[in-house]
Nanobody
Framework: QVQVVESGGGLVQAGGSLRLSCAAS????????MNWYHQAPGKQREFVAQ???????TYADSVKGRFTISRDNAKDTVYLQMNSLKPDDTGVYYC?????????WGQGTQVTVSS
């Protein structure tokens, strides 16, 4: 079975930083794409960042210049380095992974940015 597990969330003051991790277990097949999504309280889940197996990255406009997505292939783990955090970054961050044409979601990790 494939499992996707996020970690690294917590409470931070505005202007601070957090580093989220997403570990995806797998069997045989490689991870094609991994994504981060954000769901603010009372709002729809929205795309944050993506990294492909080839290392290509994509970011939402709201996080460009502040967040960086990266990956460690040996550990099947993707990271989201979040700098210059704002109160509206508060919410649950979800990771997903595309493996063998199937999309797997994690349970999310809570990030709270205080003013």
């Amino acid at each position: 079975q494939v499992q996707v597990v996020e970690s690294g969330g917590g409470l931070v003051q505005a202007g601070g930083s957090l580093r989220l991790s997403c570990a995806a277990s797998r069997n045989i097949f490689s991870i094609d794409v991994m994504n981060w999504y954000h769901q603010a309280p009372g709002k729809q889940r929205e795309f944050v960042a993506q990294i492909t197996s080839g290392g290509t990255t994509t970011y939402a406009d709201s996080v460009k210049g502040r967040f960086t997505i990266s990956r460690d292939n040996a550990k099947d783990t993707v990271y989201l380095q979040m700098n210059s955090l704002k109160p509206d970054d508060t919410g649950v961050y979800y990771c997903n992974a595309l493996i063998n044409r199937r999309l797997y979601w994690g349970q999310g990790t809570q990030v709270t940015v205080s003013s």
